[in-house]
């Protein structure tokens, strides 16, 4: 199973930074991803980091420019920091694995086959 943490309440325009841990086993080569899911929406892929190395995230065009996804092999964790939040980005945040080691895109979530229990992130004045 996946931890994910760091979300909490931030006004329009902060940041925050959620890190996605795994207790139990290595991340080190498989790919991790970042799914959030609204009230009342479906769930959807945001991010991607392949395994190893880590290079070239994926990005959905929603986050792109203001979320940064990258991992810490020697901590066996992944972490996304999110920029210039607004009201829209208020969903729970999920980190996922597929256990393949290259993103594959678009992010599928029947596709994960581990799930973080999920952090909430609520934009807000």
């Known amino acids: 199973q996946l931890q994910a943490s760091g979300g909490g309440l931030v006004q329009p325009g902060g940041s925050l930074r959620l890190s996605c841990t795994a207790p139990?086993?290595?991340?080190?080569?498989?790919?991790i991803s970042w799914f959030r899911q609204a009230p009342g929406k479906e769930r959807e892929g945001i991010s991607c980091i392949s395994g190893s190395h880590g290079n070239t995230p994926y990005y959905a065009d929603s986050v792109k420019g203001r979320f940064t996804l990258s991992r810490d092999n020697a901590r066996n964790a992944a972490y996304l920091v999110m920029n210039n939040l607004n009201p829209e980005d208020t969903a729970a945040y999920y980190c996922a694995t597929d256990t393949l080691t290259n993103c594959r895109g678009p992010l599928q979530a029947d596709a994960m086959q581990f799930w973080g229990q999920g952090t909430l992130v609520t934009v807000s004045s």
């Open positions: 139990g086993f290595t991340l080190d080569y498989y790919a």
